[in-house]
Each structure stands twice: as structure tokens, then as C-alpha cells.
């Protein structure tokens, strides 16, 4: 197997094959492990707007012409925005590599930011103060209407975050 370091003898550390030294390297450097920050960076890569609309056609479809349209309608049922919240979930353990977790990951947020947004429901476990955080850092990335949803979900998470008794 090439991704074992060599036996170590004593006094000795342990060789690093270059995946390793790599993976190392990625943790050292990044300023955050936190999942909407790796998704920051996809969005803000070159061809990131064209790669956040094929991720959003790749999860939800399309619907008259519109990736995703669905999540931008007030018409759709929290019971479907939590059925695609469990199912991007799903998709993100299954993941076969980082750009399908990526996808998946996108997704998530983007069922949780319609369901704040439309039915002021919290459909996550996350604490109301941490969503609205993150849905506000992925506002100011996205496309418009992304962008639009994601501000207001995250203004309805600041509120419901008003609401919790402490």
C-alpha cells in the first residue's frame, strides 16, 4: 500500500508518503474546517457561478428551465424541504469524492435557507445564531435569486435566534 508510512524504528519518526504530506499541508493552511467555508471557496473559484448552477441542477432539477426553482417557490411544503434536507445529508456521507460532497453540502444549505425563508422554520439542528451566520457568509457569494433567499433565511434565523429564551 503505498499510503503507509514506513515502519518506524526506535527513535525514528515515521516517513510521509506525499498523500499524507498533502493532507498535512491542507490542514495547516486552512484557515477553517468548517464545511460552508470549503463550499466559500467553490463559489468563489473561477467558473464558480457556472459550477453552482450545474450543483444545483445536479441536486434538485430543473424546472421550467430554472435549476432549482422549486426551492425559490413559497408554494413548496416543509415536509419536501426536509426530505431534501435528509437526502443531501445522505448524499454528503455518500460522496465519492469532494466535488459530489460539495454538491451535496450546497444542497443542505440550500433546503435549510428555503425552509427559514419561506416558512420561518429551523429545519436543522445547528443553533439559530450559527445558521444565520452561515446562510449570511453564502448570501453574499451566491448568484441572484440565491442570494435574495439566502439573505432573507438568514434574517429569519437572526429572529428566531431573538425568540430562544437563553
Known amino acids: ?27 495547516g493552511l486552512s484557515e477553517s474546517d468548517q464545511p460552508v467555508d470549503l463550499l466559500l471557496e467553490r463559489v468563489q473559484a473561477a467558473e464558480g457561478a457556472r459550477w453552482f448552477a450545474s450543483a444545483v441542477t445536479a441536486v434538485f432539477g430543473e424546472s421550467a428551465g430554472r435549476p432549482g426553482a422549486e426551492l425559490l417557490s413559497p408554494a413548496t411544503t416543509l415536509a419536501r424541504l426536509r426530505l431534501w434536507k435528509r437526502q443531501c445529508t445522505a448524499l454528503a456521507e455518500q460522496a465519492a ?20 425563508a419561506h416558512h420561518q422554520a ?35 434565523a437572526r429572529s428566531l435566534e431573538t425568540q430562544t429564551p437563553p
Open 122 to 156: 429551523m429545519i436543522t439542528d445547528r443553533p439559530p445564531g450559527e445558521a444565520q451566520a452561515t446562510l449570511a457568509k453564502l448570501a453574499a457569494a451566491v448568484p441572484l435569486p440565491w442570494s435574495n433567499l439566502l439573505s432573507q433565511a438568514s434574517r429569519n
Open 1 to 27: 500500500m503505498k499510503d503507509k508510512p514506513s515502519p518506524k524504528t526506535a527513535g525514528e519518526l515515521p516517513s510521509l508518503t506525499p498523500t499524507m504530506a498533502s493532507r498535512l499541508l491542507r490542514l
Open 97 to 116: 469524492d469532494q466535488d459530489s460532497w460539495l454538491q451535496a453540502m450546497l444542497g443542505y444549505f440550500l433546503a435549510v435557507a428555503a425552509a427559514l
